[in-house]
C-alpha cells in the first residue's frame, strides 16, 4: 500500500499519500522512505505521532489534520525543513515548546482544537506568515504573536475572547470573525475602511474613557 501511494511532483518532490486509508497508527514501515517532502496522514484515526517522525529530515509539508491527535511528540521539532505544518481538527489541548525549533515553518493551522494557550517558544518562528487558531478555546490573544515579524495572516475565528473592558465581569464573547492583518497586504480601499473604523473607535474611547486595543478589518 505505502508503494501504491507514493507519488512523484512535477518539481521533483517525493510525496506519500496515506489521507482516507482508516488507519488508527501510523505505520512503522514508512521510516524506509527518510527522503520524504511530503507527508499527508490526514482524514484517519490516528491518536499519536510516533517519536520517529524525527526521521523525516527532508519533509517539507507534514498533513495531520482531520485525526484523533490529543498531543505531539517533542522530536517534532528536529524536523529543521518543514514549511507547512496542518493540524487542524484534532484533540490538541496543548504544544510542545519544541514547536518553536521549526526556524523554516512559515504556515501552521491549529484550528478546530480544544487549546487555551500557545507556547512562548511560537514567538521563536520568525518566518511564519499564516497563523489559523480558530475555533479553539483561546480567551486572549496570545502574547507570543507580537514576536512574529513575518506574521501576514491570523485566523482566531470563533474562539471566546474575553472582553477587556468586561474583564472583571468575566464577560465573554465568541468571536466570529477575527483576522490580523499586516497594512501593506490591504488593497486602499480596505485600507481606508479600517483607518476610518480605527479613528472612529479612538473617538468613543475619548468620549467614553474607555480603551480599544484591535481595528476589525
Partial sequence: M???CMEVKLDGKLRLNLSFKDMTAVPTSIQTISDLNEL???????????????QFFSIRVLDLHSNYLEEL???????QALEVLNLCNNR????????GLLKKLHTLHLGL??????????????????????????????????????LEKLNMDRNPLLSEQMAEQSSVMV?????????????????KKCQ???????NEEDANGTSYHSCPS
Fill in 40 to 54: 499527508d496522514l490526514s482524514r484517519n484515526r490516528i491518536r499519536k505521532i510516533p517519536d520517529f517522525i524525527d
Fill in 196 to 202: 476610518i473604523r480605527r479613528q472612529k473607535l479612538e
Fill in 2 to 4: 505505502i508503494q501504491s
Fill in 92 to 99: 490538541l489541548t496543548s504544544l510542545p515548546s519544541e514547536l
Fill in 113 to 150: 482544537n480544544h487549546l487555551e494557550a500557545l507556547p512562548a517558544s511560537i514567538g521563536a518562528l520568525k518566518e511564519l506568515r499564516h497563523l489559523g487558531l480558530s475555533d479553539n478555546r483561546f480567551a486572549r490573544v496570545p502574547n507570543c504573536l507580537a514576536k512574529l515579524t513575518k
Fill in 73 to 79: 511528540p517533542v522530536t517534532i521539532g528536529r524536523l
Fill in 175 to 191: 468571536s466570529e470573525s477575527f483576522y490580523l492583518v499586516r497594512e501593506s497586504a490591504l488593497c486602499e480601499d480596505c485600507l
